[in-house]
């Protein structure tokens, strides 16, 4: 199921950022590898949560 909520920040030097779930209001980390669509803060996205070596990370992040 796609998870849906808003780009806090992503900082395309270093290829992270976070994104802020609308439902349950966590923030999840995002990398610029897990990027289907280029995003900036405050972009709305679709994406999906995969565990990753330091907890969920958001992947196959869309714009929405």
Known sequence: MNNTGIVKFFNEEKGYGFI???????????????LIDQVKQNDKVTYV???GKKGLNAVSVKLA
């Open 20 to 34: 802020k779930d609308d439902r349950d209001g966590k923030d999840y980390f995002v990398h610029a590898k897990g």
């Open 49 to 51: 949560l995969k565990e």
